[in-house]
């Protein structure tokens, strides 16, 4: 079954420093996603992506986060100056059409971030 | 906008024992509804998803939910739940071109 792939797995940074969270998208799906969960709370949506540019985003996702599809297949987030309450687990998501097999959403496994 | 009320914050229950987990949502349009699991350490996984037809949903491991429009309720079942059940479960909506997560429910059974 085809997968949505996150690396690393676990990344952690000093206060201060970018990070760039990758994600594998299923390759023939055209709608991706970002989202966090904090550590004992919900997931939740940061920014949503087609056709290269941000569909939508949530108050979360403020200046100090982008988004970009460098090439055919990677989708990154990048954080520009991380905070303590940046940490949290990243999870990327992708969706097909409707005559794409749309199935729902898949997600990956997810990035731990932890910044010290 | 869309939001997602979960009853149930920590359920115990012992093998073999009926599990029903409430979901609520909130919003004006044309829904689907998912239910995710999460195992320690794993990523999300999806349960099952209600997108029209059969308000009868079967998803994987035994598990069913059923899509109430009346009530806005979309509550998760399985009749007799097993060691390998414990987890975090959450239910979600999508309205926009978004999913909205409720809280999650974490649940954990007993040997």
């Known amino acids: 079954e085809p997968e949505v792939t996150q690396t690393p797995s676990h990344q952690v940074t000093q206060m201060g420093q970018e990070v760039i969270l990758r994600c594998v998208p299923i390759s023939n799906h055209l709608y991706f996603y970002w989202y966090r969960q904090i550590l004992g709370q919900k997931v939740e949506f940061l920014v949503s992506?087609?056709?290269?540019?941000?569909?939508?985003k949530s108050e979360i996702f403020d200046d100090q986060f982008s988004v970009e599809r460098p090439d055919g297949s990677n989708f990154t987030l990048k954080i520009r100056s991380t905070k303590l309450e940046d940490s949290a687990m990243y999870f990327c998501a992708s969706r097909g059409t409707l005559d794409r097999g749309y199935n729902g959403y898949t997600f990956g496994s997810g990035t731990r971030l932890t910044v010290v | 906008a869309q939001s997602v009320s979960q009853h149930n914050h920590h359920v115990i229950l012992s093998e073999a024992a009926s599990l029903e987990l409430g979901c609520n949502y909130s919003?004006?349009?044309?829904?689907?509804l998912f239910w995710y699991v999460q195992y320690p350490g794993q990523h999300l996984q999806l349960l099952l998803k209600?997108?029209?037809?059969?308000?009868l949903v079967k998803g994987i491991k035994g598990f069913e939910a059923e899509f109430i429009k009346s009530k806005f309720s979309f509550n998760l079942r399985k009749p007799s739940v097993q060691w390998s059940d414990t987890a975090e479960y959450f239910c979600a909506v999508r309205g926009d071109d978004k999913i909205i997560f409720g809280k999650g429910t974490r649940l954990h059974i007993l040997p």
């Open positions: 992506f087609y056709n290269n540019e941000i569909s939508e």
């Open positions: 919003y004006g349009g044309t829904v689907n």
């Open positions: 209600y997108f029209s037809g059969d308000p």
